[in-house]
């Protein structure tokens, strides 16, 4: 119960922001929920079952445009395209799985990279269609979610809100059940968990569908939610960002990805203000952590304090 109350807890405080902050830093931390819904999808995969991925940039911008194409060219509704946006990224992490996973450690990686850069090219080769590498603003009659109005500050965050704790709160229900323990035992030793029985490569593809679905979830909201879509998000940046805050956050914990985003994007704001050489700074602060606490901070803190931590 310890457990749920702390996670329902952070899930209050974040309502609580939205009608606390300033329009400015509410909007920017609506934009922090939503790439953390993404970071956690990422940590399903990587931080809970080992897999290792380059390629979710790809399932990102599966979900965004299979929410905004529908929108921008035949004025699909923001609800259905936030659930086709869940559907697109799932389907696409499952076709992607079928062939990456017979493939492992840094062939994995290179595979699934493969794949995304891929995606990315396709993109740009039907512009037409896609609105290529400038991409497509959707329509505001596209942001209406049940009368309210995305583009606004508050029905924004709030969607932002809803969406994060949905995944939130699943994510902890999953990874606390026996499939966690699957995910897990694959995680610390495959071979020993298909002597107990488990098929891995089963189980993977289901992580790995997973995890695109919730990816393929937050790039729908982003597209939905900020107005716009473009080929940029299926780069390799968009697969580097959800490892990075997975790994300042920590790796393995329900909660990782969240604080992981929120330091990132606090990081990079105050090292923009002081310098134009930010990325220094921020490649300074990720190697500090990495090599003092190469488990992330709430992996650090639940290995010396909190041993219940999920």
């Known amino acids: 119960m310890k457990v749920w109350a702390s996670h329902l807890a952070v899930v209050a405080l974040l309502l609580a922001l939205g009608f606390l902050l300033p329009p400015y830093h509410a909007t920017n931390m609506a934009r922090i929920m939503v790439l ?52 697109g990224g799932g389907v696409v992490a499952g076709v992607t799985g079928l062939l990456a996973l017979r493939t492992a450690g840094v062939s994995f990686m290179i595979v699934t990279l493969m794949f995304a850069q891929a995606g990315y090219l396709t993109l740009l080769y039907f512009n037409g269609v896609t609105g290529g590498d400038e991409g497509f603003a959707l329509p505001a009659s596209g942001r209406m979610l049940f009368g309210a109005d995305l583009s606004t500050d508050l ?70 939610l900020f107005g716009y879509a473009g080929a940029s998000f299926a780069t390799i940046q968009y697969s580097i960002l959800p490892m990075l805050y997975v790994l300042l956050g920590g790796a393995g914990t329900v909660a990782g990805p969240l604080l992981g985003a929120v330091l990132m994007f606090a990081l990079i704001e105050v090292a923009n203000d002081l310098t134009s050489a930010w990325l220094f700074i921020v490649g300074a602060v990720l190697v500090i952590v990495v090599l003092f606490a190469p488990k992330g901070i709430l992996g650090a803190l639940r290995d010396r304090f909190f041993r219940g931590l999920p």
């Open 36 to 87: 953390a819904v993404f970071a956690m999808g990422y940590n399903l995969a990587f931080g809970y079952t080992g897999l290792l991925s380059l390629g979710h940039a790809l399932f990102f911008a599966a979900g965004m445009y299979a929410a905004g194409l529908p929108i921008w060219h035949w004025g699909l509704g923001a609800a259905p395209g936030l659930i086709l946006g869940l559907l």
């Open 155 to 224: 029905p924004r965050y709030l969607t932002a809100w809803a969406l994060f704790s949905a995944t939130f709160l699943a994510t902890l229900a999953l990874v606390r059940s026996r499939f966690g323990r699957v995910m897990v035992a694959l995680r610390e030793n495959e071979e020993r968990a298909r002597m107990l029985g488990i098929n891995p490569f089963t189980a993977k593809l289901a992580v790995l569908a997973l995890s695109g679905a919730a990816s393929g979830l937050a790039g729908a909201a982003y597209g939905v």
